[in-house]
Nanobody, 129 residues
Framework: VQLQASGGGLVQPGGSLTLSCVAP????????IGWFRQAPGKEREGVSCISVSDGIAYYADSVKGRFTISKDDAKNTLYLQMNSLKPEDTAIYYC???????????????????????WGQGTLVTVSS
């Protein structure tokens, strides 16, 4: 099942961008869903997620206070509002579902339960002047 991510682009440092991810309704209803990113030469990073069990949003320390995740069930869409963007936010951003999305041993954990499950195609965010 493919998720459809969009909204990437070129933005100046300090600017804002909102990513969208359209997903089938059954995914939004039954799975934790969130965003990952991968910059050139770096490992994939879990950015943010919404837990299906309690609706709580979690954020990586690198984006906490700047990014906001939300979803609109009526539109079958997940969002990532990104403010105060920095050059180090430059990456391909992916939405994905069926995640571990929780605090474990006092650390925010965001990772896919099964790598072959639900992923979007990625959208490029470039933060540069």
């Amino acid at each position: 099942v493919q998720l459809q991510a969009s909204g990437g682009g070129l933005v100046q440092p300090g600017g804002s961008l909102t990513l969208s991810c359209v997903a089938p309704a059954f995914i939004l209803e039954h799975f934790s869903i969130g965003w990952f990113r991968q910059a050139p030469g770096k490992e994939r990073e879990g950015v943010s997620c919404i837990s299906v069990s309690d609706g709580i949003a979690y954020y990586a320390d690198s984006v906490k206070g700047r990014f906001t995740i939300s979803k609109d069930d009526a539109k079958n869409t997940l969002y990532l509002q990104m403010n105060s963007l920095k050059p180090e936010d430059t990456a391909i951003y992916y939405c994905a579902a069926d995640l571990v999305c929780a605090i474990i041993s006092e650390k925010v954990m965001i990772y896919p339960i099964n790598e072959n499950d639900y992923w979007g195609q990625g959208t490029l965010v470039t933060v540069s002047s």
